[in-house]
């Protein structure tokens, strides 16, 4: 049925896009605030367990759904369950998921351009300015932005996997990398600088509470790219015979790193910028960070550096972000893309046509959110108070759905696949899989406990969000 379906070309091409996908807007800046906020390395080491105990799990049977059917999610879990079976349901959730997130997604894709380029405009100053932000999302020129951003993701897109999403990868992740440590070298540079360090790294266990926890896993979710139907797609580029369970690995490796390694880049420059930060005062959201917060951190800069060179650091910061959410982007968009050409039978560049015309026509409506048209700023009033189309986005799907994809892959693993076909095929391309603890564990915590986190996980954020009654 599906016998020129195109392959990542190496182990590296997959590892490469996977990590494009894992690392993004939420490792620049979610990670590294959330971690100062929720206690140093107390928080580094709560992520770092759940990134291995919950996250690596799901992220296998992610994957290894993919490669074992080589389908789409909404084509994987009826072809192993059957075509009229009920899990179909968890199939679609599978498609809209990354369908609504991806809209989200660009919204804010779409925001970073917009600072990048005025940054090279030479408008930091304005940038900096704590009025501009709230002008620039309500202003025209973002509809110019959306336009570009959509150009290079179909411009990717439509190259296929290897000479699209592979390639962009090869190119991105390592100009990623390049400035990351660049930026990281030359903050540390800087007066104060440890102090930001210091905070980052050093444990302190009482600032760890039921939300900093909560809050780490879904970080850590969120991060991996998981409950997005991504990695069921990209695994469906991968070839049994190479090794999935080593790629996994290496792949929650490098997105942690990166995550770790922007920390050692965002905290000291807070610091830097004024060494009595209290990092309780920090913003919660990475939105207002990136786009309030961290424009008059590099303003600040051209005390030393002078205007060009602070606007220099700064536009290689709003690069860097831009890159890490263009490759998310592309495997967002990419689930979508794949489902649509394998069921109804069309070319690529058709599939990228109908999601420009209904993702686009909501983006449009998502811009439109934030001041602009007043239908789409109220549009409905729950748990409390009255939330825009962005907002409904983000609590609905982000917030919400996340957790139950999660939840009902591994339901799925016990009640349809069955673990002895599971772990079948996950070892395909890794002969040592099957002797190994990683095998048992595997086996143990997606019947166990990681099902029962998600299940609580999604009810609470259910009652919180949508009742104004969290449980706990
Ligand atoms: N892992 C991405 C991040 O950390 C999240 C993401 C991936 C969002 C893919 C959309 C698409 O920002």
Redesign the pocket.
């Known amino acids: 049925m599906n016998a020129e379906r195109e392959h990542f070309s190496s182990k590296l091409g997959f590892i490469l896009a996977a990590a494009g996908?894992?690392?993004?807007?939420?490792?620049?800046v979610?990670f590294p605030v959330a971690a100062t906020k929720g206690g140093g390395g107390a928080f580094l080491v709560i992520y770092a367990l759940f990134v291995v105990f919950i996250c690596l799990p799901i992220m296998l049977a992610e994957m290894n759904l993919g490669r074992k059917t080589q389908l789409d999610p909404q084509g994987a879990y009826p072809s192993i369950a059957g075509s009229k079976s009920r899990w179909r349901f968890a199939g679609w959730l599978a498609v809209l998921t990354?369908f609504m997130?991806?809209i989200f997604?660009m919204v804010i894709t779409v925001w970073i351009l917009g600072y990048f380029l005025q940054t090279l405009f030479g408008n930091l100053a304005d940038l900096a300015d704590p009025e501009y932000f709230g002008t620039f999302i309500n202003s025209y020129t973002v509809f110019g932005y959306l336009i570009v951003v959509a150009a290079i993701v179909h411009f990717i897109l439509v190259g296929g996997v290897r000479n699209g999403i592979e390639r962009a990868a090869k190119l991105l992740m390592p100009a990623l990398f390049v400035m990351l440590v660049g930026l990281v070298i030359f903050v540390l540079t800087l007066d104060n600088a440890m102090t930001g360090v210091q905070f980052f790294l050093v444990p302190d266990f009482s600032q760890v509470n039921g939300d900093v926890i909560s809050g780490a896993l879904s970080q850590a979710f969120?991060?991996?790219?998981l409950g997005?139907g991504?990695l069921i797609t990209y695994g469906s580029y991968f070839r049994q015979r190479d090794d999935l369970v080593g790629s996994a690995k290496l792949v929650a490796v490098a997105?942690s790193l990166v995550a770790f390694v922007a920390g050692l880049m965002i905290l000291p420059a807070i610091f830097v910028f004024d060494p009595n930060t209290n990092p309780d005062t920090l913003s919660e959201s990475s939105v207002a960070m990136i786009f309030n917060f961290l424009p008059q951190i590099f303003l600040a800069l051209q005390e030393t550096l002078g205007y060009a060179g602070a606007s220099v650091v700064a536009g290689i910061f709003f690069l860097l972000v831009f890159f890490?959410?263009i490759t998310?982007?592309v495997?967002?968009i990419e689930v979508p893309t794949a489902t649509i050409v394998r069921k109804y039978n069309v070319s690529r560049k058709r599939a990228l046509g109908v999601l420009a015309l209904t993702m686009g026509t909501l983006t449009l409506v998502a811009i439109a959110s934030f001041g602009m048209v007043n239908a789409f700023t109220n549009l409905v009033t729950y748990g409390g108070g009255s939330r825009s189309f962005f907002d409904v986005i983000y609590d609905v799907f982000y917030d919400t759905v996340l957790p139950l994809n999660g939840l009902l892959i591994c339901l799925f693993v016990i009640w349809r696949w069955k673990t002895g076909h599971f772990h079948e095929a996950l070892g395909e391309g890794n002969a040592s899989y099957h002797k190994s603890l990683l095998k048992r564990y595997v086996s143990f915590s997606l019947m166990t406990f990681i099902p029962i986190v998600l299940a609580v996980v999604f009810i609470n954020t259910v009652a919180s969000i949508f009742f104004a009654s969290p449980l706990f």
């Open positions: 996908s894992a690392v993004g807007i939420g490792n620049m979610g990354p997130i991806g997604y969120f991060s991996l790219s997005m991504i997105d890490a959410a998310s982007l495997s967002i």
